[in-house]
């Protein structure tokens, strides 16, 4: 097959883009679109048709290797030509995406698990918080606070904050923690959450009090939650299944 693959603004394969994560069993969290919203994007053709797309953040990471059906019997071909391309060394692959998968698997040299995904569980197994708790709605005043406490984890913190992403978890009118909340450039029924919990009120169940609320909001609000932690933060993983949430995908990082 005489393939090529054209570079493309994310906008022009964005509806294809969509189209693929809504046909996945799983969702992904805002960390992965984060890097295939900057990642360098590119339309495969053969001759003048269509064939799928594909996505290569920083030169070096594969980010998406979607094959349209008809086309798919040459998906090793297809994946061995993105392998050449810029200066591609590795792959961000969720185990939701059975195609790429199987053949950012084949040539694999090394295969890291780099983080859990999470997704809420029915409304009939999530836990509930107290009247003591509440989450509020951070506000400009309150950068310079959650900067002091958290750091760099809500950068950039300014535009987060304008964006009506960060929340001050209270309890019992006192700040103990923070959380997020972000809707998803691809899903319009999904955001991604998660939390921080202020130093001096760590092991009080602030972590799991934020989350849990989180996925009430996105509850009410029509939307799926989903979050996800790094494969190594088991701090993390035990805060989000105490609330309820569970993990039926990981992201990959396969070396080749």
Known sequence: MNEQFMPVALADIETKVRQHLESLPGSIDSFLEQHIQASNHYLITAGSESAGFASIYD????????VDEPFRKYGQQLFEHLRRMEQVQSAFVPTCDEF???HALDEYRQLEKQA???RSAPSSMRSAVGWHWAL???????????QRHAGDFFDPLEQRIEAGELFLTLRQGECAGFGSLVRSAFHADVASIGMFTVESHRHKGVGTATITMLIEKC????????????????LSKQTLERAGMYSPTRLLRVEF
């Open 100 to 102: 790429y998968l199987a």
């Open 116 to 118: 859990y995904l999470f």
């Open 136 to 146: 509020e709605l951070a506000s400009a005043g309150d950068a310079e606070f959650i």
């Open 219 to 234: 509850s009410t609000t029509g939307l799926r939650a989903v979050a996800g932690c790094a494969y190594s933060n088991h």
């Open 59 to 66: 030169s070096t990471l594969i980010t998406q290797f979607v």
